[in-house]
T-cell receptor
Framework: DAKTTQPPSMDCAEGRAANLPCNHS???????VYWYRQIHSQGPQYIIH???NNETNEMASLIITEDRKSSTLILPHATLRDTAVYYC??????????????FGKGTKLSVKP | DSGVTQTPKHLITATGQRVTLRCSPR?????VYWYQQSLDQGLQFLIH???????AKGNILERFSAQQFPDLHSELNLSSLELGDSALYFC???????????FGPGTRLTVL
């Protein structure tokens, strides 16, 4: 079972920031938080990941709370093309990790004009 | 474009048949993962290969098998197909076990 909880759906106005929350209250110290998205039936797309520090790349920012029990993915200026299902995944990144991703149901983000 | 290619894009076949799905990972990636996405089960991990060796199995049926070849491409073989095997099949690749995965466009399998 997925170790994360996400709202099933969210709406966002085009041009505004989209803030997608994720709860991962049972996260272990060696587990990273990963975000992927899937546009319609395309292959999932990697967005960003982090351990405990906030991260930013060209696509998004990831804010992880100090206790690491929750995080927020921020799309700073959402466009219609950002409409997708967003998955928050926790994964061990070293040691005996198998590396596979466990997907939950994600959040369906609808960006509206 | 993730750099991961999958063929064919679409496959329509009948129950009881056998099919082979092919995946070419990004250049240099050693890990290949296979996932199945059906309407009722969501995205589920099937199997993982690293540099030619099987590393992990997920919810993969005994009728399904996979392999990774010396050139690192991978094939997923599905046999004795049933209606319930109709789904999108994705492969993903990563440089190592510990890096982000990049997904291919998928193969849509329809079993009639």
């Amino acid at each position: 079972d997925a170790k994360t909880t996400q709202p099933p759906s969210m709406d966002c106005a085009e041009g505004r920031a989209a803030n997608l929350p994720c709860n991962h209250s049972t996260i272990s110290g060696n587990e990273y938080v990963y975000w992927y998205r899937q546009i319609h039936s395309q292959g999932p797309q990697y967005i960003i990941h982090g351990l405990k520090n906030n991260e930013t790349n060209e696509m998004a920012s990831l804010i992880i709370t100090e206790d690491r029990k929750s995080s927020t993915l921020i799309l700073p200026h959402a466009t219609l093309r950002d409409t997708a299902v967003y998955y928050c995944i926790v994964r061990v990144d070293y040691g005996g990790s198998q590396g596979n991703l466990i997907f939950g149901k994600g959040t369906k983000l609808s960006v509206k004009p | 474009d993730s750099g991961v290619t999958q063929t064919p894009k679409h496959l329509i076949t009948a129950t009881g048949q056998r099919v082979t799905l092919r995946c070419s990972p990004r250049s240099g990636d050693l890990s290949v993962y296979w996932y199945q996405q059906s309407l009722d089960q969501g995205l589920q991990f099937l199997i993982h290969y690293y540099n030619g060796e099987e590393r992990a199995k997920g919810n993969i049926l005994e009728r399904f098998s996979a392999q990774q070849f010396p050139d690192l491409h991978s094939e997923l073989n599905l046999s004795s197909l049933e209606l319930g095997d109709s789904a999108l099949y994705f492969c993903a690749s990563s440089l190592t076990l510990r890096r982000e995965q990049f997904f291919g466009p998928g193969t849509r399998l329809t079993v009639l």
